[in-house]
C-alpha cells in the first residue's frame, strides 16, 4: 500500500512518520535518540523523529520538508510504502509527485491551528489526484491538553473540508494524536480516555487494498534516473498498470527510446516482475543516464505510452486571481511529469455538482467553474484517457505558486513518434 502524508506546514507530518516508523520496529530506538541528541545540540530540539524523514542538510537545517521520501514500515496488514509529503507551499509540486503514487492518505492536522491553507490545497489536490481513502489525525493533541472540545472543533471544521470535495466524513476515521509523546499511535492512550475509535496504527489496516489494474498495458513514469556504478543506469518509479517482467522490450516516451529489461529491484532485492504499487529501480540494455528522464514513462515496446499533440479535458478551477482565458499557458502536473500547456479552447462550463452544460464555448472560467476545455503542451508530454489508464489521465495546473485546477484527460489527440 502507498501512503502519502499530507497537511499544512509543520503541522507534524515527518514526525508523524518517523513515530509510525519508530512505533512498528522500522526504526531502532537508539537512532532516534542519536537524532534528538543532535538535534538538541544544533538548537532543534524535538525534531527526532521528523529526521527519520527529512535526511537533506537543508532540511535540518530549516526544520522543513523539501522533497519527497520513501520509507517502508510493516502493519499486521499490509507493508506500506510511505511519502511524507512536505507542507511548504514552494514545496507543492514535490507533494503533487508524492501524492500521484499514493492509493491513500494520512492528513496531518495541527490541532492548535485547525485547517490551514495547504490543508486545503492538499485535499483537494488528493481528491483530484484520485485518492480515495483518507484517515485524519488531529495532532499535537498534548498542546491543548487532550481537550475533547477542541478535537471536536477541528473535526467539524475538516469534516465541512473534506465534503466539499467528495470525501465521506462519517466513513473517514478521525484521530486524536501527539506524534512527539506518542498518544493514540500504537495503542490508546490514557491521556484521551473520551476517544472510543481505534490508534492510527491499527486505522490504517482498515484501507481496502487497491486493485491491481495488472490486465491493462504497462505503465511505469520516471521518477529519477541514476548511474550507478557496476550496475549502470538505473532509472525508478512506481509501476502504474501492467506487468514489467525481465526480458521485456520496453519504449520510454516522450523520449523515443527503446531497450530491454535487464533486472528489476525493489527494496534492495532483485524480483522476477514488478506489478501495480511497487516503487521499483531497473535497469534497461540500450538506455544511457542522458536518454531519459523524470516525466518519461515507460511502456511496453508494443503499446507505447501516447505522446499527446492536444488533450480534452474536465477541470475544476480552483483559484485563479482573474479570469482564466484562452491562451493561457500554466504548468500542467501529470505522474511525475511538469509541463507547460496552453488552452486553446474552452468547449462548456459544466454544472460542478450535476455535470450538466450550463454554457457552450464561454468566453472565461473563474474560481469554482467545471469545465471541459482543449490543452496543448507546449513540448511533447505523455498524458492518457482517464477512462482506459486513470492513473496516466490525472493531472494538477499550477501556475506562480499555487494550484489552480485540477482535473482528468478524457480524450487524446495523439502525437506521431517516428
Ligand atoms: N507539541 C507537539 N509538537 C509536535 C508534535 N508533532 C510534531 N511537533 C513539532 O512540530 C514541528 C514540525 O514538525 P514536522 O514533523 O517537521 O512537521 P511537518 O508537517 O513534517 O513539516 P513540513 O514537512 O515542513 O511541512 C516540530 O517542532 C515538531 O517537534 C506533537 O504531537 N506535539
Ligand atoms: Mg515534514
Known amino acids: 500500500m502507498n501512503l502519502a502524508v499530507i497537511g499544512h506546514i509543520d503541522h507534524g507530518k515527518s514526525t508523524t512518520v518517523g513515530r509510525m516508523m519508530f512505533e512498528t520496529g522500522a526504526v531502532p530506538a ?17 525534531f527526532e523523529f521528523a529526521w527519520v524523514m527529512d535526511n537533506l542538510k537543508e532540511e535540518r537545517e ?21 511519502v511524507d509529503c512536505p507542507g511548504h507551499r514552494d514545496f507543492v509540486k ?14 496531518v492536522v495541527a490541532a492548535p491551528d485547525g485547517p490551514m491553507e495547504q490543508t486545503k490545497e492538499h485535499v483537494f489536490l488528493a481528491r483530484t489526484l484520485g485518492i480515495t481513502q483518507i484517515i485524519i489525525a488531529i495532532n499535537k493533541m498534548d498542546a491543548v491538553k487532550y481537550d475533547e472540545k477542541r478535537f471536536n472543533e477541528v473535526k467539524k471544521d475538516l469534516s465541512d473540508l473534506i465534503k466539499m470535495v467528495g470525501y465521506k466524513p462519517e466513513e473517514t476515521p478521525f484521530i486524536p494524536i501527539s506524534s512527539l509523546q506518542g498518544v493514540n499511535i500504537k495503542v490508546n492512550s490514557p491521556e484521551t480516555p473520551w476517544y472510543k475509535g481505534q490508534p492510527l496504527i491499527a486505522a490504517l489496516d482498515t484501507f481496502k487494498e487497491p486493485a491491481k489494474p495488472t490486465d491493462k498495458p504497462m505503465r511505469l513514469p520516471i521518477q529519477d534516473v541514476y548511474s550507478i556504478s557496476g550496475i549502470g543506469t538505473v532509472p525508478v518509479g512506481r509501476v502504474e498498470t501492467g506487468i514489467v517482467k525481465k526480458g521485456m522490450k ?5 523520449a523515443n527510446k527503446a531497450g530491454e529489461i535487464k533486472s528489476i529491484e525493489m527494496h534492495h532485492e532483485e524480483i522476477p516482475q514488478a506489478v501495480p504499487g511497487d516503487n521499483v529501480g531497473f535497469n534497461v540494455r540500450g538506455i544511457g543516464k542522458g536518454d531519459i528522464r523524470r516525466g518519461d514513462v515507460m511502456g511496453p515496446a508494443e503499446a507505447p505510452p501516447t505522446v499527446a499533440d492536444e488533450f480534452t479535458a474536465q477541470i475544476v478551477v480552483l483559484q485563479h486571481p482573474s479570469a482564466l482565458t484562452v491562451g ?21 462550463k459544466l454544472d460542478p455538482r450535476s455535470g450538466q ?14 469545465a471541459i476545455v482543449v490543452i496543448k503542451p507546449t513540448k511533447p508530454m505523455v498524458i492518457e484517457n482517464v477512462k482506459e489508464l486513470p492513473q496516466l489521465g490525472r493531472f494538477a495546473v499550477r501556475d506562480m505558486g499555487s494550484t489552480i485546477a485540477a482535473g482528468m484527460c478524457i480524450a487524446v489527440q495523439p502525437k506521431q513518434m517516428l
Not at 530549516?62 to 510511505?82: E, L, N, P, S
Not at 514535490?94 to 492528513?107: F, P, R, V, Y
Not at 452544460?357 to 464561454?362: A, G, H, Q
Open 94 to 107: 514535490n507533494m503533487i509527485t508524492g501524492a500521484s503514487q499514493a492509493d491513500a492518505a494520512i492528513l
Open 250 to 254: 520496453v519504449s520510454f516516451m516522450p
Open 357 to 370: 452544460t450550463k454554457e457552450e464555448n464561454p468566453t472565461f472560467l473563474k474560481s469554482g467553474d467545471a
Open 62 to 82: 530549516r526544520g522543513i520538508t523539501i522533497d519527497i521520501a520513501h520509507k517502508r514500515f510493516d502493519t499486521a496488514k499490509f507493508y506500506f510504502t510511505v
Open 328 to 348: 493561457y499557458t500554466p504548468v500542467f502536473h501529470c505522474h511525475t511529469t511538469q509541463t507547460a500547456c496552453t488552452f486553446v479552447e474552452l468547449k462548456k
Open 30 to 46: 537508539h537512532i532516534i535518540e542519536g537524532y534528538r541528541k543532535e538535534a538538541e545540540s544544533k538548537g532543534k530540539a524535538t
